[in-house]
């Protein structure tokens, strides 16, 4: 199972950079569309949620609107066994 660090989902959510959030967006496609899950420990999703608040100054409803507007919600599910809690997976 793939799984994804806090600054490849800040490129993809913040879009401030054009030739890294076209290579976060390939390498996210390219995991989902093979059928692979691509698992988002929760410790990343508490750090972006963290960054977009102190750095990009954003608040509650922005952090969302961006998370749901990338898809990134309403594909996520939470990641069977051990990792159940922790880890949130897109895909499968």
Do not use: F, H, K
């Amino acid at each position: 199972m793939a799984a994804v660090d806090t600054n490849v989902l800040v490129r993809r959510l913040v879009r401030d950079d054009e030739q890294q959030e076209a290579l976060v967006a390939a390498l996210i496609s390219g995991v989902v569309d093979r059928g692979e899950p691509l698992a988002i420990p929760c410790s990343v999703s508490l750090e972006l949620d963290w960054v977009l608040r102190s750095r990009y100054r954003l608040d509650r409803e922005a952090v969302l609107l961006r998370v749901r507007s990338s898809g990134g919600a309403g594909a996520m599910r939470r990641a069977p066994s051990a990792t159940a809690g922790r880890t949130a997976t897109l895909g499968q």
